[in-house]
């Protein structure tokens, strides 16, 4: 066997340890992230709904600044 092939080998299996740790590395880190993100809801008062200090959607509203004039279209009878 020449020289070339045996270092071609140890080449490729460490090549192939690298990715295999990275990929272990990687799939730690994403479990990690995805339960350090998690809300704890089955204890209420330390439960954190951030949504309800908005107000709700309206579709159907229009945004007038306070030194506009009025909208000619405001003003449209059916």
Do not use: F
Request: glycine share 2%; aromatic share 8%; net charge positive.
């Amino acid at each position: 066997v020449p020289d070339w092939a045996i270092a071609l080998l140890v080449l490729v299996c460490l090549l192939l340890l690298l990715s295999i740790l990275t990929c272990l590395l990687m799939t730690t880190c994403t479990c990690r992230r995805k339960s350090r993100g998690k809300l704890d809801l089955s204890n209420k008062k330390d439960s954190y709904h951030p949504m309800a200090e908005y107000p709700p959607y309206q579709s159907h509203g229009r945004y007038v600044s306070p030194n506009s004039k009025p909208s000619p279209y405001s003003q449209v009878r059916a």
